[in-house]
Structure formats: structure tokens, C-alpha cells
Nanobody
């Protein structure tokens, strides 16, 4: 049974930082590239970034490039999203996804507000 469990969200002030985690089970984690997505209330799900299976390659949309960093620990079957210089527009529920699979976790809420 595939499980993706996101955690680490919360309330943060503009300019602050958060690190999200995604614990994967039920898959051979090391063989999957991984995505982060986010979805704000009333908006479509937005791709936030991708990391290769080895962790050697990452890609980001312009909206988060230079502020967000994706990493992974294949020994721990865990994906991370380091978010810096957060702005109000980053407020959303954040999800991880294994590329090629349609499983989604419950997400973790990030709220950027003063």
C-alpha cells in the first residue's frame, strides 16, 4: 500500500522559512523521481518542483526558483522541501507525489501571514 505522508507545515511570517517532509512507504523510493505540488484555496494545483531519483537533479518553476530547495534522503525514504523567503502567495496545502504514480497524501498546510 502506497503512502505519502507530508508534515512540517504551519503558520509563518512573511520572510520566514519552513521545511516540509514527505515520508514515503509502499514504494521503492529510490527508483522514483519526486514532485512537490501545492494548492491554494480556490485555485488549481500548482507544480512546485521536482527531484530526480538520485537527488542529483532538481527543477523549479520561476515562482519559487531561488527560494525553495528540494532534497531527499533515500536511506530514510523521505523527501524534503526547504522554503525560504516565504510570501503570502506561498500559502497553500503542499503535497508530494512520486512521478508516474497517482497517489496523493493528505498534504500539509502552509500559511504565510503576519
Amino acid at each position: 500500500q502506497v503512502q505519502l505522508v507530508e508534515s512540517g507545515g504551519g503558520l509563518v511570517q512573511p520572510g520566514g522559512s519552513l521545511r516540509l517532509s514527505c515520508a514515503a512507504s509502499g514504494i521503492t523510493f529510490i527508483t522514483y523521481a519526486m514532485n512537490w505540488y501545492r494548492q491554494a484555496t480556490g485555485k488549481e494545483r500548482e507544480w512546485v518542483g521536482r527531484i530526480s531519483s538520485s537527488g542529483g537533479s532538481t527543477n523549479y518553476p520561476n515562482s519559487v526558483k531561488g527560494r525553495f530547495t528540494i532534497s531527499r534522503d533515500n536511506a530514510k525514504n523521505t523527501l524534503y522541501l526547504q522554503m525560504n523567503s516565504l510570501v503570502h502567495e506561498d500559502t497553500a496545502k503542499y503535497y508530494c507525489q512520486a512521478v508516474g504514480l497517482t497517489y496523493w497524501g493528505q498534504g500539509t498546510q502552509v500559511t504565510v501571514s503576519s
